[in-house]
C-alpha cells in the first residue's frame, strides 16, 4: 500500500537554509533508519532499482517546493515539516517503530547541527493536511476511471527527465509515465500491460500547458526542471482496460512522483481534477498544510 506521510517537526535552534535541501532530508531519514533498523537500512542501501520511496525538502509554507529559496536562517521554534512517501507495503510497518522512538532518539535526529523535535506524523487523508493520504494498489486500479481521457498533472516541483546521456526538463508523455510504471510493476500485486509505455507513447498526446524551467543549483551542478500544470489528451482508439490502466498510473504519481531525483526534492507531481473527471483523484485538493 503506497503512504504519503508528513512529518511535522521543529528546530531547536537556528537552522541555517542550506539544511533545508531535500538531500539533507534524504539524508535525515536513511541516518535514521540505520540508527534504529539497520536491517531495514541494508534493504533501503541495495535498493537499485526502482526506488522504494520518495522524499520532498523541509518546508515552512504553504506550497510544496523543492528548495524554500530563502537565503536566511530559520529561527528555532519555526514549524517545518517534510514529506515522505512509501511505496513498498512492507515499509510502513516496518518505519511504524521508528517513529514511535523519536521523542527518546538522542542522536542522528537533527539537520547540520540543529536538534529537531517531531511534533505530528500524518498519514491518513482523515488528516488536516492534503499531502497525507494512502491507498492499497488494489484500490488505485479498481477505482480508477475507463473512460476518463483528459490528464491534467500539476509539477509542485522542479521535473526534469534522462533522454539518453543528458537531462531534458520536457515532459513528453512515455518520460513523465516512466517512473510511475516502472515503481508500480516493481511493487504493486497488480501488474499492468507491459507494452502500456508503447502504448501512452502512441495515444497520450499534449493538448495544452503552462510551464516553466526552473534552474537549481546543488553540489551536483545545476538541476533545470518544469514547474506548472499540463494537460493530456487520450486517442479514442485505445480501449477501456487501456484507458483504465493509464489513468492508474496517472493517480499513483501523487506517490511515486517522476523523473530525475525524486528522493531528494525534485518530480512532485499530482493529477489536477478535470471538468469531466471521475473516479479516484488522489490529488491534494489545495496545496494548504494546516500547522
Known sequence: MPHSLTLHIIPQSPLPSQFTEGRHLHALFLNLVKTLDPELSALFHSNVGAKAFTNSALQTTKQLSSYMQVNK?????IPCWWRLCLLDDQLFARLTPIWLQLPTLKANWYLGSTDLTLSHIFSTAAAPDP???????????????????????????????????????????????????????????????ENLLEQIDAYLYPTSFDLKTVGIKGHWGTFVGSLGTIRYRLAPSLTEEQVKQINTLTNYLYFCGTGRKTTMGFGQVARSPSKNSSGLVPAPKSLRSRK
Open 131 to 193: 499531502w497525507a493520504n494512502s491507498y492499497s494498489y488494489q484500490t488505485l486500479y479498481d477505482t480508477a476511471s475507463a473512460t476518463q481521457r483528459d490528464i491534467t498533472l500539476t509539477f509542485h516541483t522542479p521535473t526534469c527527465f534522462r533522454q539518453g546521456d543528458h537531462d531534458t526538463a520536457l515532459p513528453l508523455p512515455r518520460s513523465v509515465f516512466h517512473t510511475p510504471w516502472r515503481r508500480w510493476q516493481e511493487y504493486a500485486n497488480v501488474p499492468l500491460a
Open 73 to 77: 536562517v530559520i529561527p528555532a521554534g
